[in-house]
């Protein structure tokens, strides 16, 4: 008994692991929900966001194309349907524990890649336990129009998320110049492999690509089984 006790609590004091090692055509998807205030009124946009590997390099980093489904909007009491072949596809690089490395993709600018930034979970580079904070710092990059940002993340408890069991996260991630944006919510991570499970944020100043002004909103992410 006292062999399992000493073993159990060996266990707790590792903590857990995150990094991602996917593999190519690994598929995720998630129900996205967004809320933006807009010309005085709140639109809503909602669909099914599929994530495929489409690549794995040597050093770890690894590609995801991400493609929408069943997207609908609705404004001043109207639903709108957009085609799905409409919708533009998007694949973005990252590294191992969540960095943007690349994105790829129609009409590829500043928003875009803020907007990449925005909603990239970091991963911590070491192993974390309940209580632990992990930090990681996004340098401007002139060329793709990405701010200096920090992203902030605490490791709050555990939880299941249906069949996944997760570690639970508070997060904010903050640009630092212009007109700055920001996200602060929940993450639930995947103790398995470090994915995302879930995601809740708001967002302020957001660089939403197409949109007249940053908005602000809140994003909800959940993956589908």
């Known amino acids: ?108 600018n500043e928003s875009v890649y803020r907007l990449a930034n925005l909603m990239a979970v970091r991963l911590p580079k070491v192993a974390v336990s309940k209580g632990d904070k992990w930090e990681c710092v996004v340098p401007k990059n002139v060329d793709t129009g990405v701010f200096e940002a920090k992203a902030t993340y605490t490791y709050d408890d555990d939880e299941k998320i249906g069949e996944f069991d997760t570690i639970r996260a508070e997060f904010e991630y903050a640009e630092v110049a212009g007109d700055p944006a920001r996200g602060q919510g929940k993450v639930w991570l995947n103790k398995r492999d470090g994915s995302v499970v879930k ?8 660089p939403i690509p197409g949109a007249p002004t940053p908005l602000t909103g809140a994003v909800i992410l959940e993956r589908i089984p």
């Open 1 to 108: 008994m006292v062999g399992l006790v000493s073993v159990a609590m060996l266990a707790l004091a590792q903590g857990v692991t995150l990094k991602r090692t996917p593999k190519v055509d690994e598929v995720q998807k998630f129900k996205l929900r967004m809320e933006f205030g807009i010309f005085g009124d709140t639109a809503v946009y909602t669909s099914v966001l599929t994530q495929k590997v489409t690549e794995v390099k040597p050093d770890g980093n690894y590609a995801v194309e991400a493609t929408q489904s069943d997207y609908k909007v609705e404004l001043f009491g109207d639903e709108g349907v957009v085609r799905d072949e409409d919708l533009p596809k998007q694949s973005i690089t990252y590294t191992p524990s969540g960095d943007v490395v690349a994105v790829q993709g129609g009409l590829v």
């Open 199 to 206: 995601l809740e944020t708001n967002w302020t100043s957001a």
